[in-house]
């Protein structure tokens, strides 16, 4: 019998027993908050997949424009050497937990700058630990709902008082 | 094509200034002269500096291509400045303002002091960086702030 989400269980008995690690991801899962962080062109695919053809609110995904409100930040663009010390200082003033999502081939590696670019940070990991990265130049704002989508997946594996399921 | 009137104005204010009749360009030869050069130029009606570009010539000489129009008689120039890497280059901030930030991003690519300039620091890069990133013989440094910024890329590969 294939395993009934919180929800169903809740619709058939109007009564649930679950795990609190399963509580806390069901609702971590659905309203992962995204710290908006558009850096260049793949800002635009971003605010496109917030709008209202991708409509991303209907995965309890909104943009906050500070840090302090956020649960996950979305790199979206170049980031610079110059900027690089700016986005680890945004992402140290998030609240935990904390995810970050690498948007496009320049946050992932530098992209079109990996081999000239004196001014280019070669990928986002090398200054914040990355959860997802989503590929692209810039990726369409479907691709950047499958990276929501499986970074709901991620937080669904995690543990907050135990040892992590895959451990 | 430049009026022959005009060239010759411009050609009349100083001995340094010769033309190039192919590209139509002026080239001035002595840079210490430009500031008394560019305040003639812009009582001739060249009141719009349109964007001055740094050349690194790489033989020792740095070059400044200034281009200039006039919202009046809608007619173009470009002057052409040579001269050795360390060499100063008088500001012409105080004719046209767009100078301020064009003369701090030549600095700041290609190592060009202006003297006179009420500003004059970097403006793209952050201030503690080393070098002048567009200049021929530029190294990429290895580190900034501890930051990785590799050279050699085939191990990542």
């Known amino acids: ?167 | 094509m430049l009026d022959k009137s005009l060239i010759d104005s411009i050609k009349s204010i100083s001995d340094s200034i010769s033309f190039d009749e192919e590209s139509q360009i002026f080239n001035i030869e002595k840079v210490d002269e430009w500031l008394e050069i560019s305040t003639k130029v812009k009582e001739l009606g060249f009141d719009y500096l349109m964007c001055i570009t740094s050349i690194d010539l790489e033989d020792g000489n740095l070059s400044l291509a200034y281009n200039l129009n006039s919202t009046g008689s809608q007619a173009s120039l470009e002057f052409n400045l040579i001269f050795s890497a360390d060499a100063e280059v008088p500001s012409v901030e105080s004719l046209w303002k767009t100078a301020d930030w064009h003369e701090r991003e030549a600095y700041d690519m290609m190592g060009i002091k202006f003297s006179g300039h009420p500003d004059m620091k970097r403006i793209l890069l952050p201030h503690d960086w080393e070098g002048h990133p567009l200049k021929k013989d530029y190294e990429v440094a290895d580190y900034y702030h501890g930051m990785y910024v590799p050279k050699d890329k085939t191990s990542w590969e």
């Open chain 1, 1 to 167: 019998m294939a395993e009934l989400t919180l929800r169903e269980k809740f619709d058939r008995d109007n009564f649930v027993v679950e795990k609190l690690d399963n509580l806390i991801n069901w609702a971590r899962a659905g309203s992962p908050w995204y710290f908006q962080f558009g850096l260049a062109c793949c800002a635009i695919e971003m605010i496109g997949a917030s709008m209202p053809r991708h409509d991303l609110e209907r995965f309890g995904v909104f943009p906050r424009a500070t840090p302090r409100q956020a649960d996950v930040m979305i790199v979206a663009g170049t980031v610079t050497i110059k900027m690089a010390e700016r986005v680890k200082r945004l992402y140290e003033q998030m609240s935990d937990p904390k995810y970050v999502i690498s948007m496009g081939s320049c946050a992932n590696s530098g992209g079109p700058y990996w081999q000239h670019g004196y001014h280019v940070l070669k990928g986002v990991d090398l200054v914040v630990p990355v959860d997802v990265y989503v590929p692209g130049c810039p990726p369409r704002p479907e691709a950047l709902i499958q990276g929501i989508l499986e970074l709901q997946k991620h937080i669904h594996t995690e543990s907050t008082f135990g040892r992590p399921k895959n451990a």
